[in-house]
């Protein structure tokens, strides 16, 4: 057996079960990408960065946080980050994925509970794996599981403290927290809040601060902000307390031993977070799209209208899902299909993400090329 036949081997196996995954270039009209906004190209943003650059503000950063890294700019959108989401401070981090690892790996403490939705994201299943905590998994959106799950680690002797960890808007189902009953959990049980953002920065809350704005800035409260979706750039940003901040720094193996991000994607952020605050027409013109979407998709083919820019079409089958996701793309529609592990099984979909990279004319468009694909 050569060296790679292991490789090898496992590969065969995906792709024997329809699961290969490949890497595509972009084509068609975007109705698979995180960049509601349509940010991730806008000239006030590519401006600020040239002005940046002319400023003489380097490409690289030279080294981790911790050592030469530390950048003025870094330090600049830490601050106005802080100043708009409302928190005490701010920690930027490369991507949402370190900086969710991180939360989860490094905060809880031996003794402590954490009780996770069962849909959050794949780098919280990773922070898990390398916490000191105990954790369980509640019911998606089903506060009395958690409440439930609290008392039964109490019952049984946990003295620790609780740790309630959800997203506030649902990446595959685009569907919404109960954010305000689980921020009452947390008072009752003295518990902390661990609130991923991703999806909702930008697009929900006053200014796009998100769905659980109106949390930020107390001391149980730990809100994670990723830059790479409404903001159309880079990186993620950590709002917590000023000790929760110190303590990462100190103790997040993702944050400490990873090469610092550039100063110009800090520059990059900062100018998206200055667009975002500004952009309530950018928010109505979204939320029109979606509503049109809601319309024409409920009326064609029966699906409830979502209550964010997230539309999941669940087809079920695997193999009928992406070949329907490439019978679009073929016909000029970048629809994604997702399937098990990423989706629980039996509920593959095609997940429409909606943008301002597209328009009504693009939706009805998609909506008459789903019709011979839904058959």
Same mark, same amino acid.
């Given at each position: 057996?050569?060296?790679? @036949?292991?490789f090898e081997e496992q590969?065969?196996?995906?792709?024997? +079960?329809?699961?290969?995954?490949?890497?595509?270039?972009?084509?068609?009209? $975007?109705?698979?990408?995180?960049?509601?906004?349509?940010? #991730?190209?806008?000239?006030?943003?590519?401006?600020?960065?040239?002005?940046?650059?002319?400023?003489?503000?380097p490409v690289g950063s030279?080294?981790?946080?911790?050592?030469?890294?530390?950048?003025?700019?870094?330090?600049?959108?830490?601050?106005?980050?802080? &100043?708009?989401?409302? *928190?005490?401070?701010?920690?930027?981090?490369?991507?949402?994925?370190?900086?969710?690892?991180?939360?989860?790996?490094?905060?809880?403490?031996?003794? $402590?509970?954490? /009780?996770?939705?069962?849909?959050?994201?794949?780098?919280?299943?990773?922070?898990?794996?390398?916490?000191?905590?105990?954790?369980?998994?509640?019911?998606?959106?089903?506060?009395?599981?958690?409440?439930?799950?609290? @008392?039964?680690? &109490?019952?049984?002797?946990?003295?620790?403290? +609780?740790?309630?960890?959800?997203?506030?808007?649902? *990446?595959?189902?685009? !569907?919404? @927290?109960?954010?305000?009953?689980?921020?009452?959990? +947390?008072?009752?049980?003295?518990?902390?809040?661990?609130?991923?953002?991703?999806?909702?920065?930008?697009?929900?809350? %006053?200014?796009?601060?998100?769905?659980?704005?109106?949390?930020?800035?107390?001391?149980?409260?730990?809100?994670?902000?990723?830059?790479?979706?409404?903001?159309?750039?880079?990186? #993620?940003? =950590? *709002?917590?307390?000023?000790?929760?901040? !110190?303590?990462? /720094?100190?103790?997040?193996?993702?944050?400490?031993?990873?090469?610092? %991000?550039? %100063?110009?994607?800090?520059?990059?952020?900062?100018?998206?977070? !200055?667009?975002?605050?500004?952009?309530? $027409?950018?928010?109505?013109?979204?939320?029109?799209?979606?509503?049109?979407?809601?319309?024409?998709?409920?009326? &064609?083919?029966?699906?409830?209208?979502?209550?964010?820019?997230?539309? %999941?079409?669940?087809?079920?089958?695997?193999?009928?899902?992406?070949?329907?996701?490439? *019978?679009?793309?073929?016909?000029?529609?970048? /629809?994604?299909?997702?399937?098990?592990?990423? /989706?629980?099984?039996?509920?593959?979909?095609?997940?429409?993400?909606?943008?301002?990279?597209?328009?009504?004319?693009? =939706?009805?468009?998609?909506?008459?090329a789903l019709a011979p694909?839904?058959?």
């Amino acid at each position: 057996m050569t060296g790679t @036949a292991i490789f090898e081997e496992q590969h065969a196996a995906l792709s024997r +079960a329809g699961r290969l995954r490949r890497l595509e270039p972009r084509a068609g009209r $975007d109705f698979s990408s995180n960049d509601y906004l349509g940010l #991730a190209g806008d000239p006030e943003i590519g401006r600020a960065v040239a002005e940046a650059i002319t400023l003489g503000v380097p490409v690289g950063s030279g080294g981790s946080r911790l050592l030469r890294g530390n950048a003025p700019e870094h330090e600049a959108l830490e601050e106005k980050a802080a &100043r708009f989401f409302g *928190s005490e401070t701010a920690l930027f981090f490369a991507n949402g994925f370190a900086a969710n690892m991180a939360l989860f790996a490094t905060l809880p403490q031996k003794g $402590d509970l954490i /009780v996770a939705d069962a849909l959050v994201h794949a780098s919280a299943h990773e922070g898990l794996r390398r916490t000191r905590a105990d954790h369980v998994f509640a019911a998606h959106n089903d506060v009395d599981n958690f409440a439930h799950a609290i @008392a039964g680690w &109490r019952t049984a002797g946990g003295r620790g403290r +609780a740790w309630i960890a959800f997203e506030t808007l649902y *990446s595959m189902d685009g !569907d919404i @927290a109960p954010v305000d009953d689980l921020a009452a959990l +947390a008072r009752t049980e003295d518990a902390w809040l661990l609130i991923d953002e991703a999806h909702a920065t930008g697009v929900f809350g %006053p200014r796009g601060r998100g769905l659980a704005a109106h949390l930020e800035g107390q001391e149980n409260v730990i809100s994670l902000h990723t830059c790479g979706k409404a903001l159309g750039v880079e990186g #993620a940003l =950590v *709002s917590a307390p000023r000790i929760i901040r !110190d303590f990462l /720094v100190n103790r997040a193996r993702s944050f400490i031993f990873s090469t610092a %991000p550039s %100063p110009l994607m800090a520059v990059a952020v900062g100018a998206a977070l !200055d667009r975002v605050a500004e952009g309530d $027409d950018l928010r109505v013109r979204l939320n029109r799209l979606r509503a049109h979407a809601g319309d024409v998709l409920a009326g &064609r083919f029966g699906v409830t209208a979502s209550v964010s820019q997230i539309i %999941p079409l669940i087809l079920g089958d695997e193999r009928r899902t992406m070949a329907a996701a490439a *019978s679009l793309r073929k016909a000029g529609f970048d /629809v994604r299909g997702i399937r098990p592990p990423t /989706v629980p099984e039996g509920t593959s979909r095609l997940r429409i993400s909606l943008t301002l990279n597209v328009g009504a004319a693009d =939706v009805d468009a998609l909506a008459d090329a789903l019709a011979p694909v839904l058959g």
